[in-house]
């Protein structure tokens, strides 16, 4: 089975400090590991992925992840935090094997000017 | 290109009313999934499916059915509706070997009264 876990609600920060939002995954096989941001009253939208490769990967917007196998970790990262990315945050997993993406519960990421 | 287009925006039913969300996309992507987004629990799975005539249940599939008789299109029924189906739905497709994961429609906001 696979499985996502985001423990944490919601994060506040303020702007232009640095963010981090927390995930964990769990996965049969190696993961391909997603994030996505949602706005309000729209649809989901890709930030940034890890397949293979270099453990820190960049995305959209500045974002930054890094992939840590032996904490099975996923955790969304961005240096310096602006108000606009303000939203809600998904992290996602899938098995090699599988044919669908597993979500997280979501992060609400508040940043204050 | 249009995307993942969903259908209606929204709508309000009675309780035990049906109805289909309709749900297309244009990119021929093979993979098509439904979504539901509860407060606080993420994405849940309803049904997926990996090309036209096949489709395989989700985590939670009970009250739904899908069909997929075409590669665009991948509705979703609702019988008999409940409270409990309120929720946003979402729908999403993917190519296999894509590396940028789903691409999601705007979603379709259902209240069942």
């Known amino acids: 089975a696979q499985s996502v876990a985001q423990p944490e609600d919601q994060v506040n920060v303020a702007e232009g400090n640095p963010l981090t939002v927390k995930c964990t995954y769990s996965?049969?096989?190696?993961?391909?590991l997603f994030w996505y941001v949602q706005y309000p009253n729209r649809g989901l939208q890709f930030l940034l992925k890890y397949i293979t490769g270099d453990n820190l990967v960049k995305g959209s917007y500045g974002f930054e992840a890094e992939f840590n196998k032996s904490q099975t970790s996923f955790h969304l990262k961005k240096p310096s935090a602006l108000v606009s990315d303000s939203a809600l945050y998904f992290c996602?997993?899938?098995?090699?094997?599988?044919?669908?993406?597993?979500f997280g519960a979501g992060t609400r990421l508040t940043v204050k000017p | 290109n249009a995307g993942v287009t969903q259908t209606p925006k929204f709508r309000i039913l009675k309780i035990g009313q049906s109805m289909t969300l309709q749900c297309a996309q244009d990119m021929n992507h093979n993979y098509m999934y439904w979504y539901r987004q509860d407060p606080g629990m993420g994405l849940k799975l309803i049904y997926y499916s990996v090309g036209a005539g096949i489709t395989d249940k989700g985590e939670v599939p009970n009250g739904y059915n899908v069909s997929r008789s075409t590669t665009e299109d991948f509705p979703l029924r609702l019988e008999l509706a409940a409270p409990s189906q309120t929720s946003v739905y979402f729908c999403a497709s993917w190519a296999a070997g894509d590396l940028y994961g789903y691409t999601f429609g705007s979603g379709t906001r259902l209240t069942v009264v």
């Open positions: 996965v049969s096989g190696n993961p391909y």
């Open positions: 996602a997993v899938r098995g090699p094997l599988n044919n669908d993406m597993r």
